[in-house]
Nanobody
Framework: QLQASGGGSRQAGGSLRLSCTAS????????VGWFRQAPGKEREWVSCIIASDGSTDYADSVKGRFTISRDNAKNTAYLQMNGLQPDDTAVYYC???????????????????WGKGTLVTVSS
């Protein structure tokens, strides 16, 4: 299973680091995606990191502000969020898919594992 954590409340311009910890499987072999869902909106893909070479991809809305990374020794992926904006307010989810490229992860369809969400609230 996956466990997302690290959410909280920040003022605009602040930072948070989300963690996505896997248990029961080796996250090193999985691509990890971060998604978010704001109230009344559809789920949105945020970022992805693949297993093979750690390549990353970002939604335009977060590019330059968010950084995805992974620590295979800790079986954990991270999403460092800097320059937070009120539009970043959402429940953030992580998901993992075995050896998939980001172009597959982006859809969020057929992911092998989903974590429960963690709430990020950004005030202006």
């Amino acid at each position: 299973q996956l466990q997302a954590s690290g959410g909280g409340s920040r003022q605009a311009g602040g930072s948070l680091r989300l963690s996505c910890t896997a248990s029961g499987f080796d996250l090193a072999y999985y691509a990890v995606g971060w998604f978010r869902q704001a109230p009344g909106k559809e789920r949105e893909w945020v970022s992805c990191i693949i297993a093979s070479d750690g390549s990353t991809d970002y939604a335009d809305s977060v590019k330059g502000r968010f950084t995805i990374s992974r620590d295979n020794a800790k079986n954990t992926a991270y999403l460092q969020m800097n320059g937070l904006q009120p539009d970043d307010t959402a429940v953030y989810y992580c998901a993992a898919d075995l050896a998939s490229p980001c172009i597959v992860v982006k859809s969020g369809n057929g992911m092998d594992f989903w974590g429960k969400g963690t709430l990020v609230t950004v005030s202006s």
